[in-house]
């Protein structure tokens, strides 16, 4: 059987465009946060269409996580791209775990955190899931798995290269149509997509990457906070082809 795969990434890195580029798979059928109501129910998180995303979706995580498992299952000619973030993982078994792929996208925090604070302008380390990301990692390397670490500046800076060593690490070929896509939303997309889509939609494929140049002091506390945690995984990242022989 195929394995789905699950992307656990963080909020702002980049995840969405990750999607839309699995998206473009015959392949592949993508499933966009699965566990996000179940997330808001749980943690009582009030974010952007709260109401909404509870009243439109399956809150029950652990369902949700046997369903998708199961379609897997059903039907052996494609294979899912779940698009999670690792926050998401509350009050749940996380023994799924080890019928997955596992793969997680970071994003250093000095370009995350502004773009964060416009949605959740109180935000915290949990909120990154840049921690939870670590403890999973390292469960799951514990475990005997070795997920991959994709960052979304290598990403940005070489989509080719890192596309093809992720696929080649899920045992897929890389195929050149993942680097474009229609402006526009997907099919796919979860309801909450106007509260946080909108560049991706805009988007044709992977946007060059930008620093940023300024980092607001208010956000530092939570920089520091962060910064260990990220640094701990991008050790393991995936470089670029053209990166890695600088």
């Known amino acids: 059987m195929k394995t789905p795969i699950c992307l656990w990434s963080g909020p702002r ?27 808001l129910r749980i943690s009582g998180a009030d974010h952007p269409g709260r109401d909404a995303i509870i009243a439109g979706m399956n809150c029950d995580g652990a369902a949700v996580m046997r369903g998708l498992l199961a379609r897997q299952r059903q039907d052996p000619s494609i294979r899912l791209f779940q698009k999670h973030m690792a926050h998401h993982l509350v009050g749940l078994d996380l023994d799924f775990l080890q019928e997955t792929s596992n793969i997680f996208l970071i994003r250093n925090p000095r370009d995350m955190l502004p773009s964060l604070s416009i949605q959740l302008p109180h935000a915290t380390l949990a909120d990154t899931g840049l921690k939870r990301q670590w403890e999973l990692y390292t469960d799951l390397r514990a475990a005997g ?75 530092l506390g939570l920089l520091a906070d ?21």
């Open 145 to 219: 798995q070795t997920p991959a670490i994709l960052d979304s500046r290598e990403l940005l800076l070489d989509p080719t290269g890192v596309l093809a060593q992720l696929c080649a690490h899920l045992g897929l070929d890389f195929d050149p149509g993942m680097l474009h896509w229609t402006a526009g939303p997907l099919a796919e997309d979860g309801i909450w997509a106007p509260y946080w889509y909108h560049v991706v939609h805009q988007s044709t494929g992977f946007a060059p990457y930008k620093p940023k140049n300024e980092f607001p002091d208010r956000l």
């Open 226 to 246: 962060c910064q260990p945690w990220y640094d701990r995984l991008y050790e393991n990242a995936l470089i670029g082809s053209a990166r890695g022989e600088q």
């Open 13 to 39: 890195n980049v995840s969405t465009a990750l999607m839309y580029s699995f998206a473009q798979r015959d392949d592949i059928c993508v499933v966009d946060e699965p566990l996000y109501g179940h997330y």
